[in-house]
């Protein structure tokens, strides 16, 4: 029997990430990210996503949109394609509603979708928790419980599906925050309701962990014993989050909590830096880079910080990443891997393995970083 697979892809998706723009909302939005030289990479992902059925081409049918949301890379990759909708010249929320509406008509088993928070709600405002879904994260935002962790984990899942292997279905939350404060800095996020995932949890994300950090004391001591270690003659990438925030408190510098900035000797050299200026003002210079994870995810590279590119982790190299987390955020993983998205699977390749966390004062754990199809190092 033809497993029937719907795709829908978002190309706009993630657009904002790079280019510090912190989402892609909005076609104004999505314009000003291509002008400052922001690249489509929601298609790339999908493909990540499709490799890994190519063994079951032969098991499968896509059913689609045309062009770049979705008929492109399924046809390029050799999958039996149907399209079932046509767009415009430039694609709207709208396109991706109503191609989701044909799909359900469709009958299709699963549809399968790459975007972020704002696709997450459109598939769901069309079909609600009718057929199943399943996200290929490619959007800055990525609060919703709909996606897999990592591209080629969505793939897993789809082919355990193919495969006709038991993955058990459960409800899952489909959240977005508002673009403009989170611009501003501000997280308000909101539940506009759930659909239906397969909940195979070694690759389906858990929903962002959002309550504040309690213990104080905990990011003083991480960040006193980060500033206390900081090279003089070193350039410091600092990530998004409040741990981050943190250490930049206790350097007593402004922060971009949902931005990267910029330190030399303590002090601030540029804030909410895209990718391409990031690469740029550390080119040839010893830099280290400071990250810590998302609550809930696990993700260091891949969520909110997209202006770290793979160019720019590569130069950085890896003994030069600095983690910094709290005991109880990897405790609430419970054993599972620290993620890297970076959109380079070779590089997610390369950076998995154990990694020294620093998590108070001196005082450090080992956790591993788990390969980008979402299994822990030693299931490879």
Request: aromatic letters at 4%; hydrophobic letters at 40%.
């Amino acid at each position: 029997m033809q497993f029937k697979l719907g795709l829908i892809v978002n190309p706009v998706a993630g657009l904002g990430g790079s280019v510090a723009l912190k989402g892609s909302d909005g076609a104004d939005t999505a314009a000003r990210a291509m002008q400052l030289g922001a690249e489509p990479k929601a298609n790339l992902r999908t493909r990540a996503a499709l490799e890994v059925l190519l063994a079951h081409q032969g098991d499968l049918t896509i059913y689609t949109v045309d062009g770049e949301m979705g008929e492109q890379t399924a046809r390029q990759l050799g999958f039996k394609t149907q399209v079932i909708y046509q767009t415009n010249e430039i694609t709207t929320p709208d396109d991706t509603e109503q191609a989701a509406k044909l799909l359900v008509e469709q009958g299709v088993d699963l549809i399968l979708f790459a975007g972020g928070d704002g696709t997450a709600r459109n598939i769901c405002h069309a079909v609600g928790d009718s057929t199943p879904v399943l996200g290929i994260p490619a959007g800055c935002k990525i609060h919703s419980g709909v996606y897999a962790i990592t591209p080629k984990a969505a793939g897993r899942v789809v082919e355990m599906l193919v495969k006709g292997e038991l993955v058990s279905l459960g409800d899952a939350d489909v959240m977005d925050i508002d673009e403009d404060a989170f611009r501003e800095g501000k997280v308000k996020a909101k539940r506009y309701g759930e659909m239906q995932v397969p909940s195979e949890v070694r690759y389906v994300q858990a929903v962002k962990n959002g309550g504040k950090e309690t213990n104080e004391l905990v990011l003083a001591d991480i960040a006193a014993y980060v500033v206390s270690e900081m090279d003089e003659d070193c350039l410091y990438v600092m990530g998004s989050g409040s741990t981050v925030a943190a250490i930049m408190e206790e350097m007593g510098l402004e922060n971009t909590l949902l931005g990267v900035d910029l330190v030399a000797d303590q002090e601030l050299v540029a804030q909410d830096l895209t990718a391409q200026q990031l690469l740029e003002l550390t080119q040839g210079k010893d830099t280290k880079l400071v990250i810590t994870l998302i609550g809930g995810q696990g993700h260091i590279f891949g969520r909110g910080n997209q202006q770290l590119s793979p160019a720019l982790i590569r130069a950085i190299g890896r003994d030069n990443i600095i983690v910094v987390a709290t005991k109880t955020k990897l405790q609430a993983l419970n054993g599972r891997p620290l993620i890297a998205d970076t959109g380079d699977s070779e590089l997610d390749d390369e950076l998995s393995g154990y990694i020294r966390v620093t998590t108070g004062f001196n005082d450090h754990i080992m956790y591993a970083v788990g390969h980008q199809d979402g299994l822990h190092p030693e299931e490879k």
